[in-house]
C-alpha cells in the first residue's frame, strides 16, 4: 500500500488542479486585498484553466481567515491571499496567535508590494508642505504636533513610531479605530499627520484635499514619481512595506507548489493584471516559494527591531 500511495500522489499533483480553487481573504470585500484576490483569480483561473473562488473570512485583523487556511487540507484548494499585516506583524503582536508564520504555511509566491505608507497632511496646512516643513516644525515645537494611526500596534504606529526614533522628533500619537477615522480627522484639524496606505489616500491626494509628503517605501513608487521616500531622510533607513502574497497550508505536494508558483509568475507578467495593480496603488513583484519564505523571516526581525523602538508589547 505504500507503494501504491508514493505511485498516487505524484499523479494527483500532475492532474491539479482539478476542481475549483478556494481563494480566503481576511478582511472584507471591497477592500484593496479582497479586489486584488478577485483580479488574481480572474487571471489565475484563465491559466490553470479552473475556477476560482474568493472567500472573505473577516476578523481579528485578518488573523481568522489566516488561521483557516493554516488548517485546511493541504491539497492545494483552499490559497490564503495574504497581506503583510497577517504574516509578518500579527505573529509578534498577540501572544495566542494560533499560527506561526514560518512553520504553519507553505509559502507559495510574493505577488506584490506597496510603496509604503504615506505622511499625509491636510492640503489646508500651510506649515507643511514638505517633509522637511514637518521635520523642521515638530523639533521647534517639541509635544506640539501629534499624528493619527490606525489604533495601538498597527502597522501605521510602528512606522510612525520609527519615524519618530531616528529623526529625534517628539509628535503626540492619537490612536484611531482605522483609516476611515484618522485620514478625515486629518482633514479636519484633528491631527496634523496621519500615514495611511496610498489606495486609502490618493483620491484626495489626486484631489487636492491631502497632501502626500513622503512614503516609507525602498524607492519612489511610480505612481508618485515626485513624492520622496523615508530613506532620503533617514540613514541606513529600514523600508516597511505591505505586500500580498499567498501561502497555503503546511506540506503541500512540491509539484502543487510549483505549478502555483509558475502559473503565478505567468499572470503577474500580463498586461492587463499588471494595469489594474497598479492602479491599487501596488507593484507586481512576484519571488518564488524559496525567496519569500526568507522574505517573511527577515521581515519578522525588522518588524521586531520596529517595535522595540516603538515600545509595542504583544498582547
Not at 492532474?15 to 484576490?37: E, L, M, Q, T
Not at 524607492?219 to 500580498?244: A, C, H, L
Not at 502543487?256 to 509568475?265: G, Q, Y
Amino acid at each position: 500500500m505504500a507503494g501504491l500511495a508514493s505511485v498516487v500522489a505524484p499523479i494527483a499533483a500532475q492532474s491539479y488542479p482539478s476542481r475549483p480553487i478556494k481563494f480566503v481573504v481576511g478582511y472584507v470585500a471591497g477592500g484593496a486585498p479582497d479586489i486584488f484576490a478577485r483580479t488574481l483569480g480572474t487571471q489565475l483561473a484563465k491559466v490553470l484553466g479552473q475556477n476560482i473562488v474568493v472567500e472573505n473570512r473577516l476578523g481579528a485583523g485578518g488573523t481568522i481567515g489566516a488561521a483557516q487556511v493554516s488548517g485546511a487540507i493541504p491539497d492545494g484548494y483552499t490559497l490564503l491571499v495574504a497581506e503583510s499585516a497577517q504574516i509578518e506583524l500579527a505573529p509578534l503582536l498577540f501572544k495566542k496567535l494560533s499560527y506561526d508564520p514560518v512553520q504553519d504555511f507553505t509559502h507559495i509566491a510574493r505577488l506584490s508590494v506597496s510603496p509604503g505608507l504615506g505622511v499625509v497632511v491636510s492640503s489646508k496646512n500651510q506649515q507643511l508642505r514638505t517633509m522637511e516643513d514637518l521635520i523642521r516644525e515638530a523639533k521647534a515645537n517639541p509635544g506640539k504636533l501629534n499624528y493619527g494611526s490606525s489604533g495601538i500596534g498597527s502597522t501605521h504606529h510602528v512606522v510612525m513610531e520609527g519615524l519618530k526614533y531616528w529623526l529625534g522628533l517628539d509628535i503626540v500619537h492619537v490612536p484611531y479605530k482605522g483609516s476611515s477615522e484618522s485620514v478625515p480627522a486629518v482633514m479636519a484639524g484633528d491631527v496634523q499627520v496621519t500615514l495611511s496606505a496610498l489606495q486609502s489616500v490618493m483620491e484626495d491626494v489626486r484631489g487636492g484635499k491631502l497632501r502626500l509628503l513622503a512614503t516609507s517605501g525602498s524607492r519612489r513608487f511610480r505612481g508618485t514619481p515626485d513624492t520622496p521616500i523615508m530613506g532620503e531622510f533617514i540613514k541606513n533607513y529600514e523600508p516597511i512595506v505591505s505586500q500580498f502574497s499567498m501561502l497555503g497550508p503546511p506540506r503541500m505536494p512540491p509539484d502543487v507548489i510549483a505549478r502555483l508558483s509558475s502559473a503565478l509568475k505567468e499572470v503577474l507578467a500580463q498586461p492587463e493584471t499588471v494595469a489594474r495593480i497598479y492602479s491599487l496603488n501596488y507593484e507586481p513583484m512576484w519571488s518564488n516559494p524559496e525567496d519569500y519564505k526568507l522574505e517573511v523571516q527577515e521581515n519578522l526581525k525588522k518588524y521586531a527591531r520596529a517595535m522595540r523602538i516603538a515600545g509595542i508589547q504583544p498582547s
